[in-house]
């Protein structure tokens, strides 16, 4: 066992505050990793104030991890020492379901271990990137290409993932028109790759406060949800809809957006039960969907898209004292766009 320093919760919605947790042995098949950068994913608060459900405590939040490799043990062969990887919100599966054989680890139906708020095959509870090192199996770690800096390249293991993986099984490209809606860390990432993908792209945001972002970051058009008329000019115009917010929504409002055989896809998730209008569907056989994460191979074509395109997430870095302010501001929506932890303050 190896003691490192970390930020964990303590109990459900107390402040974070510096501890030290352990490592296991670098095993056979592990990689240990000197964390860099952790990104601040709001999913990290829903966990931390137990938002959804009983979670495990003390908790080290972070699931948009990169470092470097400092360690691997005698069976790896994916990774050396030096080598620029990342963790994102998984550190392993049954590896024999369907779906880990299909690469939709996500999906695992045997159980997938969380890479933190979860309970690890030799059970012991799994702790996430707020920490200096981090030990994982190497087939749940993927490499950072070179282009990409570290720290912007922490954000995508979450909100980049979550993104490019239903925006590809949609087909967003080329003559198809996308719509993102919300554009705070999820969203922001949305426009970039729908963009880089070739699709036409609206940001569908309550207000027009972040235009000028979403226009400079890929966006083609920028309305706000806020104004009624939105609805009227939009009606039927959009193939797909890509939902990023966890507030509640007027589903039968926005489902009124799409084109026949449109698809609405929800990637942000409200804590309360959703309400609709099955004529909203039934009229244009449209798709109300859902989509999780992505699969590890995906997420390495996702960080080498990003790559190949010359970007990764747009950041606010910080130092880990200021995590819990930045907390109360990612609950603020005050962030552009996303917060990453510098782990060189922990
Ligand atoms: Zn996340
Ligand atoms: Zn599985």
Redesign the pocket.
């Known amino acids: 066992m190896t003691t490192v320093a970390a930020y964990a919760a303590p109990a459900a919605k107390a402040p974070l505050e510096r501890t030290t947790i352990e490592r296991r042995e670098v095993g056979e098949f592990d990689v240990l990793i000197d964390i860099k950068f952790a990104g601040i994913c709001h999913s990290d608060i829903h966990q931390a104030r137990e938002g959804w459900g009983e979670a495990i405590f003390p908790m080290v939040p972070g699931h948009e991890i990169a470092g470097i490799v400092s360690e691997v043990g005698s069976g790896v062969t994916k990774y050396k020492v030096g080598d620029r990887v990342g963790v994102g919100c998984l550190v392993d599966?049954?590896?024999?379901?369907?779906?880990?054989?299909a690469g939709l680890?996500q999906?695992?139906?045997?159980?997938?271990v969380g890479t933190y708020n979860a309970i690890d095959k030799n059970g012991e509870p799994t702790y996430g990137g707020y920490s200096e090192k981090i030990v994982v199996d190497e087939n749940f770690v993927v490499r950072i290409p070179d282009g990409l800096s570290l720290d912007v390249a922490a954000p995508l293991l979450c909100a980049g993932i979550t993104t490019y993986s239903p925006l590809r099984h949609w087909n967003a490209g080329p003559g198809k028109k996308v719509a993102i809606l919300g554009m705070g860390g999820l969203g922001h990432m949305g426009v970039k790759i729908a963009h880089a993908l070739g699709a036409e792209v609206t940001v569908l945001s309550q207000s027009l406060r972040k235009k000028e972002d979403g226009l400079k970051l890929g966006a083609d058009h920028y309305y706000a949800t806020s104004d009624e008329n939105t609805f009227k000019e939009l009606r039927g115009t959009f193939d797909l809809i890509l939902s990023t917010v966890s507030a509640p929504l007027n589903l039968d409002q926005f489902l009124s957006l799409l084109k026949t055989d449109g698809a609405f896809v929800n990637v942000g998730a409200p804590e309360e039960p959703v309400r609709l209008n099955l004529f909203s569907v039934i009229g244009g056989r449209k798709t109300l969907a859902g989509s999780g994460i992505g699969g590890i191979q995906e997420t390495q074509e996702m960080l080498d898209f990003c790559a190949e395109h010359g970007f990764g997430a747009e950041i606010e870095l910080i130092k880990a004292d200021q995590i819990n302010e930045a907390y109360e501001r990612v609950l603020n929506s005050d962030v552009r766009y996303r917060f990453v932890i510098d782990t060189a303050t922990i």
Not at 93 to 101: A, D, I, L, T, V
Not at 107 to 112: A, D, L
């Open positions: 599966s049954c590896r024999e379901c369907e779906n880990c054989k680890e999906y695992c139906t045997g159980g997938n």
